[in-house]
């Protein structure tokens, strides 16, 4: 079972303008999430991350809201910028045996245009 | 700092073949991972170590897989007989302990023929 969905494969989003891009889960034991981006032929790069904790993490132009309740989060880039397009993973961990490793989604293809 | 060094990476082998993947890790970082990434799809852990202990090998199928982590601090990913279904990206990972960030290497593409 796909414990960590991004439901949306691809994305495209005008230069300047805000991408949005969105992440769900189904474990309650999660209580930190990621998110990494990954060009091609590269590893995935650690972007941002947020504990359960809080709601809200910011760092530039990447915050990351999450919604505990709807088990629910995303990634706001803004302004975005055509050095943005790539594949951005959320992944997820937690407590308790089995949930410490990273659960990653399938990824979301996000393309910036001029 | 460097990052996490892989090598090769690109391997192209004919199938009951063997393969090895080489990776290592950031300097200081105690805790070494594998992930297989399949086209389309996130990373999914094969084996994870702690130093040189193997504290995580359920997803690694055990009759073709091996890996180890000698002197905990590079190490090798082996498949012996290769088949086709393991053409994949085999990715190393690194981290100063399970609760930190990951820091991932540039990857191995294997092609199974």
């Known amino acids: 079972d796909q414990q960590v969905k991004q439901n949306s494969p691809s994305l495209s989003v005008q230069e300047g303008r805000i991408s949005i891009l969105n992440c769900d889960y189904t474990?309650?034991?999660?209580?930190?999430f990621l998110w990494y981006k990954k060009y091609p032929a590269e590893g995935p790069t650690f972007l941002i991350s947020?504990?359960?904790?809080?709601d809200k993490n910011e760092d530039g132009r990447f915050t990351v809201f999450l919604n505990k309740s709807a088990k629910h989060l995303s990634l706001h880039i803004v302004p975005s910028q055509p050095g943005d397009s790539a594949v951005y993973f959320c992944?997820?961990?937690?407590?308790?045996?089995?949930?410490?490793?990273?659960?990653f989604g399938t990824g979301t293809r996000l393309t910036i245009i001029p | 700092e460097a990052g996490v060094v892989q090598s090769p990476r690109y391997k192209i082998i004919e199938k009951k073949q063997p393969v090895a993947f080489w990776c290592n890790p950031i300097?200081?970082?105690?805790?070494l991972y594998w992930y297989l990434q399949n086209l389309g799809q996130g990373p999914e852990l094969l084996i994870r170590y702690e130093n040189e202990e193997a504290v995580d090998d359920s997803q690694l199928p055990k009759d073709r897989f091996s890996a180890e982590r000698l002197k905990g601090v590079d190490s090798t990913l082996k498949i012996q007989p290769a088949e086709l279904g393991d053409s994949a990206v085999y990715l190393c990972a690194s981290s100063r302990d399970i609760k930190a960030v990951q820091y991932f290497g540039p990857g191995t593409r294997l092609t199974v023929t």
């Open positions: 300097s200081g970082h105690n805790t």
């Open positions: 474990n309650s034991m999660f209580d930190y």
């Open positions: 992944a997820a961990s937690g407590r308790g045996f089995g949930n410490e490793k990273l659960t």
């Open positions: 947020i504990s359960s904790i809080k």
